[in-house]
């Protein structure tokens, strides 16, 4: 199996398939795996290895997660490709890759993304992503914030394209940028959607990590905002979501949410408790493709 070929399987999943096309592809039988396992302190029988690669049973118990990152290691597998196609509950489904229209119900997007050109969204694995949403006096948008740390699938990537949608489509009046810096930003009034081109320092080899930062401000005001979140083309390592209240305009409720697709109903997953610092959070790892947010209730 090529090389490539492997990496596009580590990047689709399922999870089963991911490990059987890497065993496959390193010529290991499942008793030298797990001899090397063992080597480590780590013990999983054949018939376990043999369950996972058929995918009659999933890694799931801390000491199956810590089977699972020895594997990556010994298959000469980028980090955490395999613990990505992982997600911790059942009643979540998961898509191989999503195209950025099913994560965002407005037109325009795909334009926006064929002016910028070729995104590469495959050649990167998400290890971490972290957002954060400053909500106004007037409940409105005032910054959203991005720290987020990629690892390259294979060698020469350079950057990555950011896409954020306003609730009230709204265009941003500012940006930042830590760690990279804007190439061609594309918008649409209409829609309120910017597609942003971040470009590394320098292109990337495989397996290597990179870490920025980026934002968007608004100036003007907007309508009250009462959700906010992001869509995953493919499974995500870690996600950190926080929106930050101005002390004035605290809600009286919130609640995590999910959807597979942007046409499917919005769902609340659970009840979520304000800090005394006026913010709320979550985090989850491993989690599934699909649209992960916030959303909020004004008295």
């Known amino acids: ?15 089963n398939v991911a490990l059987h096309a890497a065993i496959q592809a390193r010529g290991l039988s499942l008793e030298a795996l797990r001899r090397r396992l063992e080597e480590q302190g780590i013990a999983v029988s054949l018939s376990t290895l043999s369950y996972w690669q ?22 000469g597998l980028p980090r955490h490709s395999l613990l990505t196609l992982l997600r911790p509950s059942a009643d979540r489904p998961t898509a191989p890759f999503l195209p950025l229209e099913e994560l965002i119900p407005e037109p325009g997007v795909r334009e926006l993304l064929d002016e910028i050109g070729e995104r590469g969204d495959r050649l990167l694995t998400g290890l971490s992503m972290h957002d954060l949403y400053v909500i106004g006096a007037e409940r409105e948008m005032r910054e959203v914030r991005t720290r987020a740390v990629f690892q390259a699938q294979q060698r020469g990537v350079d950057r990555w394209i950011a896409v954020y949608h306003h609730p009230h489509r709204m265009l941003p009046s500012s940006r930042t940028a830590r760690g990279c810096r804007f190439g061609r930003v594309r918008m649409d009034e209409d829609s309120g959607i910017v597609a942003a081109e971040l470009l590394f320092d320098r292109a990337l080899g495989r397996g290597e990590t990179y870490l920025l930062e980026y934002g968007f401000g608004f100036d003007e005001p907007s309508n009250p905002v009462d959700e906010e979140g992001r869509g995953f083309h493919t499974p995500q390592h870690e996600y950190l979501i926080e929106v930050r209240f101005h002390p004035s305009a605290l809600p009286a409720r919130c609640y995590r949410t999910w959807r597979p697709d942007a046409q499917t109903a919005l769902k609340d997953a659970a009840d979520l408790r304000m800090s005394s610092y006026h913010s709320v959070h979550y985090i989850e790892f491993g989690m599934a493709a699909g649209y992960h947010g916030i959303r909020w209730e004004w008295d």
């Not at 058929?54 to 990152?69: H, K, N």
Request: no cysteine.
């Open 54 to 75: 058929r995918g009659r049973t999933r890694p799931e118990r801390a000491d199956s997660l810590r089977a699972v990152r020895a594997l990556e290691v010994i298959l």
């Open 1 to 15: 199996m090529a090389e490539d070929d492997l990496l596009q399987m580590l990047q689709q999943g399922p999870f």
